[in-house]
T-cell receptor
Framework: DQQVKQNSPSLSVQEGRISILNCDYT??????FLWYKKYPAEGPTFLIS?????DKNEDGRFTVFLNKSAKHLSLHIVPSQPGDSAVYFC????????????FGAGTTVTVRA | EAQVTQNPRYLITVTGKKLTVTCSQN?????MSWYRQDPGLGLRQIYY???????DKGDVPEGYKVSRKEKRNFPLILESPSPNQTSLYFC?????????????FGPGTRLTVL
């Protein structure tokens, strides 16, 4: 049973607009969340993360929001650029186990010119 | 250049023929891990290693073996591959998870078992 769910397999957005990617989780023991970006024929690369004690983390065009009560996090990309077209994975770490990550199924983002 | 390398990148084999996928990192990371990526399921952890000679099962360890005899290498062994192990495999390494320590992934190995 997947504990991290990305319910939107794909997202298409106009260049310059905001991309919002969503992620839901079921395990209340998750204490750290990460987003990874993956281009075709390459491995995932780390994008941004957030601790469960925070509700927002920002890094340039990327912002992650965490709503613990709803067990929901989202990634905002503003403004979206063609190079942002990729698959985005949400991942979560279990408290007390630094070595195990649970990943969502991924969302494919396409940025239209 | 800091990197995680995997070999081979592509492999087609037949059921039951033992194979090994190698993984090597040059960052002196303690932690290494193997994942498989399947459509609709994302990345699922197979095995991970916290340091030399220390390994543990992930979510989907059945049919796989690993070893960590040296810090830089973490090979994935399929003793008797089956078609349900056809997948895209990624090796990753990091100092540890969380904080500013992120996982670095290799480029992937596309395995097909006939």
């Amino acid at each position: 049973d997947q504990q991290v769910k990305q319910n939107s397999p794909s997202l298409s957005v106009q260049e310059g607009r905001i991309s919002i990617l969503n992620c839901d989780y079921t395990n209340s023991m998750f204490d750290y969340f990460l987003w990874y970006k993956k281009y075709p024929a390459e491995g995932p690369t780390f994008l941004i993360s957030i601790s469960s004690i925070k509700d927002k983390n920002e890094d340039g065009r990327f912002t992650v929001f965490l709503n613990k009560s709803a067990k929901h996090l989202s990634l905002h990309i503003v403004p979206s650029q063609p190079g942002d077209s990729a698959v985005y994975f949400c991942a979560a770490r279990t408290w007390g186990n630094d070595y195990k990550l649970s990943f969502g199924a991924g969302t494919t983002v396409t940025v239209r010119a | 250049e800091a990197q995680v390398t995997q070999n081979p990148r592509y492999l087609i084999t037949v059921t039951g023929k033992k194979l090994t996928v190698t993984c090597s990192q040059n960052m002196n990371h303690e932690y290494m891990s193997w994942y498989r990526q399947d459509p609709g399921l994302g990345l699922r952890q197979i095995y991970y290693s916290m340091n030399v000679e220390v390994t543990d099962k992930g979510d989907v360890p059945e049919g796989y073996k690993v070893s960590r005899k040296e810090k830089r290498n973490f090979p994935l062994i399929l003793e008797s591959p089956s078609p349900n192990q056809t997948s895209l495999y990624f090796c990753a390494s990091s100092l540890r998870l969380g904080g500013t320590d992120t996982q670095y992934f290799g480029p992937g190995t596309r395995l097909t078992v006939l």
